[in-house]
């Protein structure tokens, strides 16, 4: 497996507080997926027998509701991690998971992954981080959808993605922004308005980046109390 494709890993949620050696042997037992758009990653009720990094491209998650309808659980893109609470203790993943553009995938067996936590059980402990900061990013996305305005839920999602803490920053969107919306529970059409709000903001979207002109500025705004920010608009 190429250099770079491991150091992605390395730096993920999942492995990034495992020591070095154990990084080591869980990733000599991975396997690299190259998927076209479109492609089935696992469906719901398929027994778990994985967890997945993203490499590059983005994934999404999502549930089919009995009236047919898809809900969009989670996106992820390079340097994300998913599958992990349901993968560790053998139970089916509640969620299918597809590639929405193409994408690189590497594939970690939870076997392989358990059996290296029988032989170094603190190991457990920074493995189980990554389905703790999961928990808390499904908690924060329950108080965005209550608390925060349609353009502060956007601009909230640009900052999770912008890969710089301070002044102007490129942060790469998937084409579909039908992708976006169903994250943020939005409709494409509310999503819209909502770009065209943070324009003021200072963000821009060209096709598939958003440009950024100042990350501190926009995450001041996202704070901005929400009475404050919907009596703006």
């Given at each position: ?7 992605t ?121 990554a ?51 169903g ?33 501190e ?5 996202v ?9 703006k608009?």
């Amino acid at each position: 497996m190429q250099s770079h494709y491991l150091e992605t890993a390395r730096r993920s949620l999942l492995l990034a507080s495992a020591p070095r050696d154990a990084q080591d042997v869980i990733l000599s037992t991975a396997m690299l997926r190259q998927l076209d758009r479109g492609a089935t990653i696992f469906l719901q009720g398929e027994q778990a027998r994985a967890v997945y990094i993203v490499v590059s491209g983005w994934v999404k998650l999502y549930r089919i509701a009995p009236n047919g309808s898809e809900a969009v659980v989670g996106v992820f893109t390079k340097g994300h991690s998913f599958g992990e609470a349901v993968a560790f203790s053998h139970d089916a993943y509640p969620v299918s998971a597809e590639c929405a553009t193409e994408a690189t995938l590497i594939r970690l067996e939870t076997d392989a992954i358990l059996r290296l936590i029988e032989r170094q059980p603190g190991l457990a402990l920074s493995l189980l981080s990554a389905t703790f900061a999961h928990l808390h990013r499904l908690v924060a996305q329950i108080e965005q959808l209550k608390a925060q305005t349609g353009a502060q839920r956007v601009a909230e999602f640009l900052l999770e993605l912008a890969p710089c803490e301070e002044g102007c920053c490129e942060v790469a969107l998937p084409y579909d922004k039908v992708l976006i919306a169903g994250r943020l529970g939005m409709k494409p059409e509310s999503l819209s308005r909502a770009f065209a709000k943070l324009r003021d903001k200072g963000v821009q979207v060209k096709q598939s980046l958003a440009l950024i002109d100042d990350i501190e500025a926009l995450r001041d705004y996202v704070e901005e109390d929400p009475a404050e920010a919907w009596a703006k608009r």
